[in-house]
Each structure stands twice: as C-alpha cells, then as structure tokens.
C-alpha cells in the first residue's frame, strides 16, 4: 500500500502535462497596461506554447499605461511561436495610448463595432507635452518602434505614425479602411470566421492558416500574485498604504512597546516602496511629502493657529498628486484621493503630535521624579537628617535648617534613597503647601 504511491503521483502529474482539448487560450485584458498585466500575457503566450493551442486571443479595453510593460508585452507577442490575435471588445471599449502600439504588433488585429484606438502620443506630467531636449528623442524613439512593426505587419506605416506624432484617434471603421488594423468583427465567431478566410502572414515572414471556428476557448484567469500586483499598483493605493504606514510608525515611536502600530507601519510602508518602485515615481514629491510631516510637527510644537498644519496639508497634497508620473490620468494619484487622505493624516497627526509634546512638558507625578515639591511631615527632628512622612511612607531625609517633629517640609531634590528637603512654613508660620 505504501509503494502504491510511487506510481500514482507520476500518472497523475503526466496528466497536468497533457496538451489542453481547447484550440484557442483566452486573455482578457480590461485595465491600465502595467506590470501585473506583461506578466499575465507572457504567461498566456508560454502556457499557448507549451499546451500546443493554435492561438492565443487577446481581449482589449485599455487607455493605456507603462511603456516599459507596453514594450514587454510587444517583445512577448513578436517572439510568440503561437499566433496571437487582439480584439478590441465590448463596444465601446478602447486601446488607447500604449494599447495602440500593442493592437498593431498583433499577428491578426481586430476591433468591435463601437469602438476606438489611437491618442499614441508620449506624454509627460499632467498628460501635458513633454518638454525639454528629452521631448524629440522620446517621440522619434515611439515612432521608429511603430514603423518598424506596422511595416512587417503589413500595415499603414504613415497612418500608425500619426497616432504617435499628431494624436490621431480612429474608429473601427478609420481603422479598418486605413489598414490599421484587419478586421472588424461583431462577435468572437464572426472574427474566427473571417480568419479563416485568408492566411496569416507572421512577423517572421512565416505564412499560417487558423480555422478557429467553433472550436473550444479555455480562459486564462489572472493568478493571486497577479491580483495582488495589479491592485498594489493602483497610484491611489500605493498612495494609501505609504500615508496610513507613515501614520502608523508615527503612532508606535510615540508609544514605544506597542508593537501592532509599528508591524502594522511597516508592512504598509514596505508595500508602498514595492509598489511605487514599479511605479514612474517623482523623487521631489516624495520630498514634499515628508516636508508636510515636518511642518505638522512645527505646527505642534509653537501652535501656528493652524498655518503650519495648513501648509502640511497643502503640500501633502501636492505631493501625492505629483507622486506618481503616470502617461495617462487613470495612473496618477487622483485629486480627491489626496485630499481624502491629506486633510485627516494632517489633523491626526498634529492631534498626536500635539498631545505628546503637552506629556513630555508636564511635571512627572509618578515615581521618585513624583516627589519634588510634595509636602511631607518631619517624623524626627532634622538636625540636619532624620525621618519625613511622605506619600505613606517613611523616607530618610536631610533638612537645610533644622526641623521640629510634625512639621511639614517640602522636598526640593531626590539623591538615590533620601530626599533633600526645606522648612514648608509661610511668613505668617502655618504650613504652606506648595506646587511645582
């Protein structure tokens, strides 16, 4: 029974490697173009390729995204030993930006009734220009790019460099009549169907045939890595997550010893840094951002009737929104997230601020330190020593003049075990309690 095991595992392993029964690997691509989704599509491509499926489909709606994940998922597609197909769909969907250039590196590229691409022009912050001597190499770099693929796919060379040089947008329509793309199908058979009709010609010179239709779809679903990634990667969140960590660390250097604030900051930090560092960040708006924590702290400790907490809030915001130098508006800290997450964190943290530095300047009334300055009543004759009461108990004590029995005294200086103390009579000879 127990060497039956042996031979169970392998037969069960060989069918994991067995070829999949569909023809046709599906990937739907829904979001901004950025790492989690490079990552899902090299992995669509390798598995097509493994698994000997005849084709991997590409479901776009993008406005677009990184173009170092663009470039990813471009290199995957061409070096592809599997066809791979683009379509844009549903109607009304786009692939905008960085989704254009991958729409055209596509063996087949089709597009939805209803739908768009284009807008291809490199942008800089704030989705303005790009300005400076960076501006003409970034803009001649995407279209050097862009021809050279439409040209081995066969495609509108002069047409395709619009979209990059002039912002030109197309519908399907424009797209289809100025060969930019293939088809325009209203369905996934219809596009299956119109494949058929006419070979394909690969990037490599190879010419292929796909009868696609009514054949079996697997769908490839994004794996918890990549969920997580894509959510990491969310400008606002990655925003969140470094605010509420630096919150919490604040919180735990304050209250040394309470450990969930810190593990909680650092958890939070450290995945702000993973996500950010995927991110095109800008290094002065993570300066802002700590400027803002500095003049919360000033704003707490010479009360500024709120123009330091004020100037904080203001440049926190500032920061967030300058934090993330995303292409397109959907990869940049949104305006309401900043302001969201800014006014609270600086009205927090001057509250937290605040009340430590009102602890730290209080007089200790716990302790030894607790002493100075309580009345105590002299057991003893203090000639200069003897014995006080104080606090329910009996502490040795050295007087400055001498003290009769039952005489109260003050204590002005605790040294180890015995308290220095003074004579606690008003002018007038009652007792004279006094505060420190």
Known sequence: MRFRGLF????????????SSADVLKVV??????AATAERVER????????KYEAVLLEVDTPGGLMDSMENIMQKIIASPVPVIIYVTPSGSRAASAGFFILESADVAAMAPGTHTGAAHPVGAFGGEIKGPMADKVLNDASAMLRSISSKRGRNIETAEAAVRQSKSFTETEA?????????ASDEQD?????????IKRFDGKIVSLNLVGQKEAVLEPTLKERI??????????????AIGALALYTEFNHPGAVWPGTVGMVFILLAIFALHLLPIRFFAVV????????????????????????????????ALLLVDGPIPEMRVQLWTALAVSIPLGMITVFLMTIALKARRNKVVTGIEGLIGEIGTAQTVLAPSGK?????????????????????????????????????????????????
């Not at 169970?8 to 070829?19: A, E, G, K």
């Not at 596009?191 to 070979?199: E, T």
């Not at 802002?288 to 440049?315: C, D, N, W």
């Not at 180890?416 to 003074?422: F, N, W, Y």
């Open 388 to 436: 006080v009461f104080i606090h329910g108990e009996i502490w040795d004590a050295t007087a400055s003049r001498e003290v009769g029995v039952g005489q109260d005294v003050v204590v002005e200086k605790v040294d180890g075990l015995r308290l220095q103390v003074t004579p606690a009579t008003s002018e007038s000879g009652s007792p004279e309690k006094t505060t420190a």
């Open 229 to 242: 990634l894509s959510f990491l990667m969310e400008p606002d969140i990655a925003f969140i997550l470094l």
């Open 191 to 199: 596009l299956f169907r119109q494949i058929s009709s006419k070979p």
């Open 8 to 19: 169970v595992f392998p037969i069960v392993l060989s069918l994991f490697s067995l070829p």
């Open 44 to 51: 669509a491509i390798d598995r097509a390729s493994e698994q």
């Open 288 to 319: 802002l951002i700590f400027a803002s924590f500095v003049l919360f702290a000033l704003e707490a400790k010479f009360a500024t009737h709120g123009v330091m907490a004020t100037g904080g809030i203001a440049t926190l915001v500032l920061g």
């Open 29 to 34: 691509i829904d979001d901004t173009i950025q």
């Open 176 to 184: 289809l009549s100025q060969k930019l793309i293939d088809y325009v």
